[in-house]
């Protein structure tokens, strides 16, 4: 009994010490929690070589969109990888019993170095499904709707916990597949 409780507890704390990554959504944008000052996380792979880390990472990409070709935008080989995703209604929320819907254009772009990737955010638009008009991260009320005023004030805690849960959930996929050595689910047939 008491093996097994420690056994538990030993993979409780790997599994966490494995997924401290996250990004914290702040009036600049999406930041790395551990460190806000970083727009980018750092996510350490050890005994993986730059060369494949990268390999992973574009069978990753590739495994993932429904056309890979069309949504990578930059690809330096061994070195870089940058690409493209839309989520239709990314989160949503209600206002005077009106569900609004807000969709999210994003660029996830990696640079490898042997042993990490530098996996970060970028040119994050939010847009309403109805209307397409901007949804702001930080903006006056004067503006739009936002999840901080210009001065840096939370107004939507719960749409901010959404946005933090929607990108740590994909950098998690990522490390998943990573880890897994770039075993898919769909490779166990």
């Not at 709707?145 to 719960?158: S, V, Y």
């Not at 490390?175 to 898919?184: L, P, T």
């Amino acid at each position: 009994m008491k093996k097994t409780l420690l056994i538990t507890l030993i993979l409780g704390v790997i599994s966490l010490s494995c997924f401290s990554q996250q990004f914290e959504l702040t009036p600049e944008g999406l930041r790395d929690a551990a460190d806000t000052s970083k727009d980018f996380l750092v996510i350490p792979v050890d005994g993986k070589s730059a060369s494949d880390l990268y390999s992973m990472s574009k069978r990753y990409v590739n495994e993932k969109m429904s056309n890979p070709k069309f949504a990578i935008k930059s690809d330096l080989d061994g070195d870089y990888l940058r690409y493209s995703l839309y989520y239709p209604t990314i989160f949503s929320f209600s206002k005077m019993l009106v569900s609004l819907k807000i969709n999210g254009a994003y660029q996830i772009e990696m640079r490898f170095r042997d042993g990490r990737v530098r996996y970060n955010i970028t040119t994050l638009s939010l847009t309403f499904e109805e209307g397409g008009n901007e949804f702001y991260i930080a903006a006056s009320k004067m503006k739009g709707w936002a999840i901080f005023d210009n001065k840096g004030k939370l107004l939507m805690k719960n749409e901010k916990q959404k946005l933090e849960d929607h990108f740590n959930n994909e950098v998690k996929m990522f490390i998943d597949f990573i880890q897994s050595d770039g075993a898919s689910v769909n490779d166990n047939w």
